[in-house]
Each structure stands twice: as structure tokens, then as C-alpha cells.
């Protein structure tokens, strides 16, 4: 999966805030925040599988300094075998030490690579019309608005009465809906109050 991948995307797969990736990068790793010349960083899926192996790291409490971080993101990003305590033998991790610890790594690739390619797939469902919905995002071929989606997830509507409520969205649809709940508002404008509706026949027109 060699696709650069958006920060804040990888930071919800991953379970971070944009800003401690950035951090991490710039404080930790010493690497530059503009990636190929962009003015955004641009991850890439190895990136995004360290976020995501760090998270676990610091939620099971295990401490990992900044000089081992930086041996850990060299094993995943630099694609090496073996760097300090760090070895990678396909998706198992090891970490060397008085205990030896042995990761697998298969859980978190192939979560992440669905959640990616979710959303890869879903973002190519939605299109912009000055005459469909005032010219909000909404998923193609329908007149549903994105936010309106995404708003009801957070507010802790089941899929499964979303699936009901617009039959004409697939779970391609539905799953980047989800995403982007998590993810929070694109930076920038806030968007406007969104009217709330779930009629099945508006939905599935």
C-alpha cells in the first residue's frame, strides 16, 4: 500500500490526535513535517502501522523511550530487519531484553489496511452538485449529505438502522461515514446546522 496517506486519516485509523503524530515526527523520529514537497505531511501505511503499534504499546502500559522509538520506527519505516532491541520477522515484532516479548503485528496491518481502504473506497462515493442539497457533499447518486450521515453516527445511531434508513448507500458508504465521524470537522469553516431526518422514502431517493 504505497499511497500517501492524509494525517488526519492516519491519525484516526491510528488512534492519535494530528498534532502527536507531528510531534512525534519533528521531536522524536527527526524527520521533516512537508513530505515530496507538500505543505501537509503525507504518511505512509508503514507510518501509519507504528502509530497504530505504538498506541497499543501505551495502552497495555509498556514505556518505550525516544531513543528505542526511534529503532522501532526504523524496523517499520526503513523496512530493516533488525534495529536495536527491535527484530521483525514477518508480522511478529521482537522486542530483546531481560523478558523477551514477542507482538503480532497481523491484527493491527490488516485492521488498518481495511479501515484504508474503506475510506479510499467510500471518499470515491461522494460528489459535490450546486443543485443537489445547496452544494453539499453528498454520496453519489443520491440526496443524502455526508455530514448528515456522519453527524447521526455521533450521535450514536447504529449502522444497522442506517443501512434501513438509506438503502441506497452500500457499506462502502457507510463505513467512510464512520470514519469521519471519528475523525471529527474538516479544518476550516465550521459547517452549517444540518436538519436531521431519517425518512426512508427522502433517503432513498
Known amino acids: 500500500m504505497s499511497t500517501e496517506i492524509e494525517t488526519r486519516v492516519a491519525a484516526t485509523v491510528a488512534g492519535q490526535t494530528p498534532k502527536a503524530i507531528r510531534q512525534e515526527f519533528q521531536r522524536v523520529l527527526k524527520r521533516s513535517a512537508v513530505s515530496a514537497g507538500r505543505a501537509r505531511l503525507q504518511l505512509s501505511f508503514r507510518d501509519v502501522i507504528y502509530f497504530c503499534f505504538k498506541k497499543e504499546l501505551e495502552q497495555e502500559g509498556i514505556s518505550v523511550g525516544p531513543d528505542e522509538r526511534r529503532e522501532l520506527y526504523s524496523v517499520f519505516r526503513r523496512n530493516v530487519a533488525h534495529s536495536g532491541r527491535w527484530r521483525r520477522d514477518g508480522q511478529q515484532l521482537k522486542r530483546s531484553g531481560n523478558v523477551p516479548v514477542v507482538f503480532d503485528l497481523g491484527p493491527i496491518i490488516n485492521r488498518s489496511s481495511s479501515e484504508l481502504r474503506a475510506y479510499r473506497l467510500g471518499?470515491?462515493?461522494?460528489?459535490?452538485n450546486p443543485e443537489i442539497c445547496g452544494g453539499q457533499p453528498v454520496f453519489r447518486g443520491t440526496r443524502v449529505p455526508v455530514q448528515q450521515v456522519v453527524e447521526q453516527i455521533r450521535q450514536g445511531v447504529p449502522v444497522e438502522q442506517l443501512r434501513e434508513d438509506y438503502p441506497a448507500l452500500d457499506r462502502a458508504a457507510l463505513s467512510y461515514a464512520a470514519?469521519?465521524?471519528?475523525m471529527g470537522n474538516d479544518p476550516g469553516r465550521p459547517p452549517g446546522r444540518l436538519q436531521i431526518r431519517r425518512a426512508a422514502g427522502e433517503a432513498a431517493d
Not at 470514519?179 to 471519528?182: D, M, N, P, S, Y
Open 179 to 182: 470514519l469521519k465521524a471519528r
Open 123 to 128: 471518499s470515491t462515493r461522494i460528489e459535490r
